[in-house]
């Protein structure tokens, strides 16, 4: 599975939108990028996946660059419990090759401000 | 929405003994994994589970440790003689179908070795 390159760490205002990037340049036409978060304790959440088309579901949208090299998850309306790390992985897709397994990386801690 | 749950929230434990950490995966899932996490470090994939047998398992899931689906509902990770280094978050999850379908975490058994 392709390597992923994240921020260590952002800060954004409440109310606002976090942009959250993600590089992937050694991403392969077989594999996704998945985002999880893990807010303290707590074990990680889906928060969304995608292709290579730009996905949106109730929690955050995924935007996937043309070449798929990079993407970026937005949560268009930050709140403080958004805090959490982020964590961007690329995967294959799950079949007869490999397991589903997902590799985690440091992520980006997001710290919500009022 | 159907959620993975693990009990017990925190188990501890004095070195040497045996350990279960108990999960129940979302019910019509099939593809089962445990990953751990040392407090501060990066979640780790240990192993991974579907139709009755290990899929995959990683450097960490040495001998002295085990999983099972003993009654159709449940999925377990057994350490049989825990050592100190064994102190970490243990998160199960929980995957519906092969392809490129999200797995769903439980919120993690916090295990603590005296």
């Known amino acids: 599975d392709a390597k992923t390159t994240q921020p260590p760490s952002m800060d954004c205002a409440e109310g606002r939108a976090a942009n959250l990037p993600c590089n992937h340049s050694t991403i392969s036409g077989n594999e996704y990028v998945y985002w999880y978060r893990q807010i303290h304790s707590q074990g990680p959440q889906y928060i969304i996946h995608?292709?290579?088309n730009n996905e949106t579901n109730e929690m955050a949208s995924l935007i996937i660059t043309e070449d798929r090299k990079s993407s970026t998850l937005i949560l268009p309306h930050a709140t403080l419990r958004d805090t959490a790390v982020y964590y961007c992985i690329v995967r294959a897709q799950h079949g007869s090759s490999n397991t589903g397994k997902l590799i985690f990386g440091q992520g980006t801690t997001l710290q919500v401000k009022p | 929405e159907p959620e993975v749950t693990q009990t017990p929230s925190h188990q501890v434990t004095q070195m040497g003994q045996e350990v279960i950490l108990r999960c129940v995966p979302i019910s019509n899932h099939l593809y089962f994994y445990w990953y751990r996490q040392i407090l501060g470090q990066k979640v780790e994939f240990l192993v991974s589970?579907?139709?009755?047998?290990?899929?995959?398992k990683s450097e960490i899931f040495d001998d002295q440790f085990s999983v099972e689906r003993p009654d159709g509902s449940n999925f377990t990770l057994k350490i049989r003689s825990t050592k100190l280094e064994d102190s970490a978050m243990y998160f199960c999850?929980?995957?519906?179908?092969?392809?490129?379908?999200?797995?769903?975490f439980g919120d993690g058994t916090r295990l603590s070795i005296l």
């Open positions: 589970f579907y139709n009755n047998e290990i899929s995959e």
């Open positions: 995608g292709l290579k």
């Open positions: 999850a929980s995957r519906k179908e092969a392809g490129n379908q999200p797995q769903h």
